[in-house]
């Protein structure tokens, strides 16, 4: 899921999961893990923003798609071939602006700046 808005409001602390881009007022686009993907074969050619916005996002040209996994909803870019998907509107923010990731994750490495181990989180 990636949310894109303006604001943050830190008013009240949420459990784990709980939180959603519909919480935002000021929701600008919202591109939910498998849903409003067209696929071109296995490649996404256009992902639907779930807000009321209307900010889907294209890619025309097959093969700058990214390919997509059915079974996690990842989509992977290949930075050689220059792929991307692009808005079909102008999201105009300015001044502050938040953008909201949640992930799933069964294992996980982090490294901080300046350590020389990473450390491990195990769900």
Not at 45 to 62: G, I, K, P
């Given at each position: 899921?990636?949310?894109?808005?303006?604001?943050?409001?830190?008013?009240?602390?949420?459990?784990?999961?709980a939180?959603?881009?519909?919480?935002?007022?000021?929701?600008e686009?919202?591109?939910?893990?498998?849903?409003?993907?067209?696929?071109?074969?296995?490649?996404?050619?256009?992902?639907?923003?779930?807000?009321?916005?209307?900010?889907?996002?294209?890619?025309?040209?097959?093969?700058?798609?990214?390919?997509?996994n059915?079974?996690?909803?990842?989509?992977?870019?290949?930075?050689?071939?220059?792929?991307?998907?692009?808005?079909?509107?102008?999201?105009?923010?300015?001044?502050?602006?938040?953008v909201?990731?949640?992930?799933v994750?069964?294992?996980?490495?982090?490294?901080?700046?300046n350590?020389?181990?990473?450390?491990?989180?195990?769900?």
């Amino acid at each position: 899921m990636l949310k894109l808005g303006l604001g943050l409001s830190l008013s009240s602390i949420r459990p784990q999961g709980a939180w959603s881009p519909t919480d935002e007022t000021s929701l600008e686009a919202w591109y939910k893990n498998k849903e409003g993907i067209t696929l071109n074969v296995s490649d996404v050619s256009a992902w639907a923003d779930s807000s009321s916005n209307s900010h889907n996002m294209v890619q025309a040209t097959a093969s700058k798609q990214p390919a997509y996994n059915a079974s996690t909803g990842a989509l992977t870019f290949d930075k050689t071939a220059a792929q991307s998907l692009q808005t079909t509107s102008q999201i105009s923010i300015s001044g502050d602006f938040t953008v909201g990731v949640r992930f799933v994750y069964s294992f996980m490495f982090i490294s901080f700046l300046n350590s020389p181990k990473p450390l491990a989180i195990c769900r």
